[in-house]
């Protein structure tokens, strides 16, 4: 019998589980509210991670990075889930081997009762009462601390899925988290974070452009096959027409779940196509964007895909996340 404490939870568990103003960027400021005497600058680098393909590990990718910023680099860094398919929030929230709450999921049902997730956030900022003031306040029944790290949790939502039929108005939802990363960086007894990582759905939704418009990076993971070269320069171009009149911000570009043996290296088929992804960000970049090719690449190993599942990332490979992170760090 499924216990009903964890039904919203496992609701979502997939198949075969089992239990700043128009054309202008800026640093996102806390909008004006009421009782506040000023507007308080934001310092958090902000990463989106993105790619309008499924099964190309952006979500894994994304986690291990935040967990990298949190325990090797010792940054007090946010991890936002906005995917509505919540994959990023299940892995963590539910038990690999039972199927049971951890202590995510158990505090999750409790939000979701509360009316204390980030749709509920959005919800109240988009309300026509709201006018200038933004009553949401930011507090640990809100954002979840990942015990024994430097890593807090924003877990996504089933009800993102109203995202995909654009029932919000864009212009509403723009600098929706341009001004929620506001509010929690003014928060009382909130770090103050160096890193905010985004896991972002593969779909483009209102809120990926509230995302993507604020953001200072966007990581963009490919695989090694055919979609990678001419999928890049469709992501890329989608991503500069969809977030109009703001501009593209960096792009990052990486392989991920390359062809690797210790003994022989990058299989001949991954250097092929490293090489063509490379040509394609060279290309943006003769048209005045900052694209960038990142050389880390991710090895395709099994411990990599399970890394969420465990509360960790895998440790066999911490290295290669590591370059990763410090090579984005080169960019940002």
Same mark, same amino acid.
């Given at each position: ?10 609701? !979502? ?148 899925? %109203? ?11 723009? !600098? ?83 062809? %690797? ?72």
């Amino acid at each position: 019998m499924t216990d009903p404490k964890s039904a919203n939870i496992r609701s !979502h568990a997939p198949e075969g589980f089992e239990p700043g103003g128009p054309g202008k960027r800026t640093e996102f400021t806390l909008a004006n509210v009421t009782g506040l005497s000023k507007t308080s600058r934001v310092q958090a680098t902000t990463v989106a991670t993105i790619n309008f393909k499924g099964g190309v590990g952006k979500t894994t990718v994304t986690w291990c990075l935040a967990n990298v910023s949190a325990a090797t680099m010792n940054y007090p860094t946010l991890l936002f889930d906005l995917d509505a398919q919540m994959s990023l929030t299940q892995a963590v929230a539910l038990k690999p081997d039972t199927g049971g709450l951890t202590p995510l999921g158990e505090w999750y049902e409790k939000a979701v009762q509360n009316k204390r997730t980030l749709f509920h956030a959005l919800e109240i900022y988009t309300s026509p009462q709201k006018g200038a003031y933004f009553d949401f306040p930011i507090k640990h029944d809100f954002i979840f601390h990942v015990d024994g790290k430097n890593l807090d949790f924003i877990p996504s939502s089933e009800e993102f899925y %109203w995202f995909e039929l654009e029932v919000f108005e864009r212009d509403r939802v723009k !600098h929706f988290i341009r001004d929620l990363l506001g509010k929690i960086a003014n928060a009382p007894r909130m770090p103050k974070y160096k890193y905010v990582f985004f896991d972002c759905p593969p779909n483009f939704s209102v809120l990926s452009y509230s995302t993507l418009a604020t953001c200072k990076l966007i990581l963009v993971p490919v695989n090694p096959d055919f979609y990678a070269a001419r999928g890049l320069n469709l992501i890329l171009h989608h991503l500069k027409l969809r977030i109009e009149p703001f501009p593209l911000p960096t792009v990052g570009v990486f392989m991920n779940k390359a062809g %690797w043996r210790p003994n022989t290296g990058l299989f001949r088929e991954t250097r092929l196509y490293i090489e063509r992804c490379k040509a394609v960000c060279e290309e943006w970049q003769t048209r005045g964007a900052r694209v960038f090719w990142l050389n880390t690449f991710i090895p395709d190993r099994v411990d990599v895909k399970r890394a969420i599942h465990y509360g960790g990332w895998a440790q066999r490979y911490t290295g290669d996340f590591e370059k990763l992170f410090k090579e984005i760090e080169t960019i940002v």
